[in-house]
């Protein structure tokens, strides 16, 4: 009986110490990686402030065509997704600034889309 008492705790306590190191991860992320998670699941109505960050990232893009790519290949899943049509929306104008060449077919997919 003592045996599987303590291989029962020695089991909570390990799940527990994993909970808590992704918890950690968590709440350490980037605040960018944070907005691209909301922005998954973005709706209307939702507050936008939680996507700032793509905003902000999209600007300082400018200059940096790197950055400008990278936001680029993060944003283009968004659209073959499940994603809220308001998070597509903001995908499409996220990419009228950024986007390039390699945006075309993606976008060409949503023009028969009325929505967007």
């Given at each position: 009986?003592?045996?599987?008492?303590?291989?029962?705790?020695?089991?909570?306590?390990?799940?527990?110490?994993?909970?808590?190191?992704?918890?950690?991860?968590?709440?350490?992320?980037?605040?960018?990686?944070?907005?691209?998670?909301?922005?998954?699941?973005?709706?209307?109505?939702q507050d936008r402030s939680a996507l700032k960050p793509i905003?902000?990232?999209?600007?300082?893009?400018?200059?940096?065509?790197?950055?400008?790519?990278?936001?680029?290949?993060?944003?283009?899943?968004?659209?073959?997704?499940?994603?809220?049509?308001?998070?597509?929306?903001?995908?499409?104008?996220?990419?009228?600034?950024?986007?390039?060449?390699?945006?075309?077919?993606?976008?060409?997919?949503?023009?028969?889309?009325?929505?967007?």
């Open positions: 009986m003592f045996h599987r008492t303590s291989t029962l705790v020695a089991l909570l306590v390990a799940a527990l110490l994993l909970v808590n190191a992704q918890l950690a991860v968590s709440a350490d992320a980037p605040p960018l990686d944070k907005a691209f998670a909301a922005l998954k699941t973005f709706d209307w109505g905003d902000d990232a999209v600007v300082t893009s400018r200059a940096d065509a790197a950055a400008r790519k990278d936001l680029e290949t993060r944003l283009l899943p968004l659209l073959a997704g499940d994603s809220p049509q308001c998070a597509k929306d903001f995908v499409c104008r996220k990419l009228s600034l950024i986007g390039t060449v390699q945006s075309v077919p993606a976008l060409a997919k949503l023009l028969c889309d009325e929505k967007l």
